[in-house]
């Protein structure tokens, strides 16, 4: 399965720098935030704020950067996890 990143602003309080996770149909998967450079436990890194279908879970994890947030979900979504 593929996907496609859109940037979108999150009204999170901090940082609102925000993509969506689309499939091929243009159904949301995930939406990934920017966590703010301010921030002391993991700065400037990306957190996945909400996911659906196989990215939901208790765990929301932080990434590096997008190639690694991608690199996650793409890892996700074909093992059906």
Same mark, same amino acid.
């Given at each position: 399965?593929?996907?496609? *990143? #859109?940037?979108?602003?999150?009204?999170?309080?901090?940082?609102?720098?925000?993509? *969506?996770?689309?499939?091929?149909? #243009?159904? =949301?998967?995930?939406?990934?935030?920017? /966590?703010?450079?301010? !921030?002391?436990?993991?700065?400037? #890194?990306?957190? =996945?704020?909400?996911?659906?279908?196989?990215?939901?879970? /208790? !765990? @929301?994890?932080?990434?590096?950067? *997008?190639?690694?947030?991608?690199?996650? /979900?793409?890892?996700? =979504?074909?093992?059906? @996890?």
């Amino acid at each position: 399965m593929s996907f496609t *990143l #859109q940037p979108i602003r999150v009204a999170t309080g901090f940082d609102e720098e925000g993509m *969506l996770v689309l499939d091929e149909e #243009q159904r =949301l998967l995930a939406v990934l935030t920017h /966590i703010s450079d301010e !921030n002391e436990v993991a700065p400037g #890194q990306w957190y =996945l704020e909400a996911g659906f279908g196989r990215l939901d879970g /208790i !765990n @929301q994890p932080t990434f590096a950067d *997008l190639d690694a947030a991608q690199a996650w /979900i793409g890892q996700r =979504l074909a093992s059906g @996890q």
